[in-house]
DNA sequence: TATGACATGTAACTATTGTTACTTATTGCC
DNA sequence: GGCAATAAGTAACAATAGTTACATGTCATA
């Protein structure tokens, strides 16, 4: 695990305290499409992304999804934060976007490391930080974008998290996570293709 | 100052840190409608609410507006946290929803206290904590909501704030928080009062 | 290759929201 | 009182998004 760990955390963390993540971290990797946190449940532990992409989801009283954004190499889980410390439920569920690595740090050493090293705290602060930015940039999507906008930024995301302009997903799944209907995503879709900026196939899309 | 401070925030930090807090931290009294905190400025201290009541916007590229929350009394604002730690430009606006009284932390104690005192690291923990948790329910609001739902959800939380059920709303002002057009609002504050949810007045509103 | 499951295309219609335009109060102020 | 500014009511229409229904295409596999 160490050289992930230092690959990915050496400039933000000091020797020490990698030291420590590396004791007492575990390593875990994920496949594609595995459910990392679930609505209601309770978190024990703090996920490091090392590496891949993970979605985070709302859902709405009849079980329907929103997509709020996408946590990638570097990043943790704000929510888990609070979760680990308030000991509440979470709120949202997060889902393995691409095969993932991450490092779980156990609960016990948030509070410890928060007094502990500077670095930390800093870390929780700007993670904290990120997650409420893009927090702010979803509901601009939201709020201030027409759908077929909403589309577009949608599939740049996808492309970029995945580093490939092929975004293999169905008009289904796209619906799903702009929480809206199969066929408003199609008809969209084949709207953008008019206008040459998609090129649609059975599976999967691409961006041009 | 001292009176407030405990009133307020005795049962969240120890002697020690309210007597820094006091100390250090000055008193600000703001009317309703005094701008707190503007999009791209830069902020140098951090307010603990005293009483009284914030609203925190966004804008939008046409520099309409959009409400995304409440502050109330013990909150403070987590956008200013990561302003603050991070020397970014605030996100958000900030304008008293009612008179308001503060306390202005400035910036320097942040670091410091947070190493020193669990309970300030808590309490800006909660804090985050909050904010995210108040952002999400933006978000269900916004994507999961119909107009007529999000305006009486709006109304009843207008009411709760100020602690009356009588609105000092216009139209149009209302129609500037959700984002949408005044004509909008009356129509469906019309069918809202139809259904006798709501009267009707000049410059105001009684919820019933 | 026949079949069923899934993915997509599309028409037709409804519902919701946004826009324009005009009217009718209400209020403060000269 | 007369006037201007502001607030609110409402009709008519446009634009966007959601829904239903059905046709067609693709693919795995029995």
Same mark, same amino acid.
């Given at each position: 695990?160490?050289?992930?760990?230092?690959?990915?955390?050496?400039?933000?963390?000091?020797?020490?305290?990698?030291?420590?993540?590396?004791?007492?971290?575990?390593?875990?990797?994920?496949?594609?499409?595995?459910?990392?946190?679930?609505?209601?449940?309770?978190?024990?532990?703090?996920?490091?992304?090392?590496?891949?992409?993970?979605?985070? +989801?709302?859902?709405?009283?009849?079980?329907?999804?929103?997509?709020?954004?996408?946590?990638?190499?570097?990043?943790?889980?704000?929510?888990?934060?609070?979760?680990?410390?308030?000991?509440?439920?979470?709120?949202?569920?997060?889902?393995?976007?691409?095969?993932?690595?991450?490092?779980?740090?156990?609960?016990?050493?948030?509070e410890?490391w928060s007094a502990?090293? /500077?670095?930390w705290r800093?870390?929780?602060?700007?993670?904290?930080?990120?997650?409420?930015?893009?927090?702010?940039?979803?509901?601009?999507?939201?709020?201030?974008? /027409?759908?077929?906008?909403?589309?577009?930024?949608?599939?740049?995301?996808?492309?970029?998290?995945?580093?490939?302009?092929?975004?293999?997903?169905?008009?289904?799944?796209?619906?799903?996570?702009?929480?809206?209907?199969?066929?408003?995503?199609?008809?969209?879709?084949?709207?953008?293709?008019? +206008?040459? /900026?998609?090129?649609?196939?059975?599976?999967?899309?691409?961006?041009?």
């Amino acid at each position: 695990m160490i050289q992930e760990l230092i690959h990915n955390y050496s400039h933000l963390f000091e020797k020490e305290l990698l030291n420590e993540i590396n004791q007492v971290g575990t390593f875990k990797e994920v496949p594609e499409g595995d459910k990392l946190i679930e609505i209601g449940q309770y978190v024990r532990s703090m996920p490091l992304l090392v590496s891949g992409a993970v979605k985070i +989801l709302r859902e709405d009283n009849d079980g329907d999804e929103l997509l709020l954004y996408f946590l990638e190499k570097g990043d943790t889980c704000a929510m888990t934060l609070t979760c680990c410390l308030g000991q509440t439920k979470s709120e949202i569920r997060a889902i393995a976007e691409t095969d993932a690595k991450l490092i779980m740090i156990p609960i016990e050493k948030m509070e410890e490391w928060s007094a502990k090293y /500077k670095s930390w705290r800093n870390f929780v602060f700007e993670s904290y930080h990120n997650r409420l930015n893009e927090l702010l940039e979803t509901i601009d999507s939201i709020a201030f974008l /027409k759908m077929d906008e909403r589309l577009l930024k949608y599939l740049n995301e996808k492309a970029r998290i995945s580093n490939d302009n092929i975004i293999n997903s169905t008009h289904q799944e796209i619906a799903y996570e702009l929480h809206t209907s199969r066929v408003v995503i199609s008809r969209l879709l084949k709207k953008l293709e008019n +206008l040459g /900026k998609v090129e649609l196939h059975r599976n999967h899309i691409v961006l041009k």
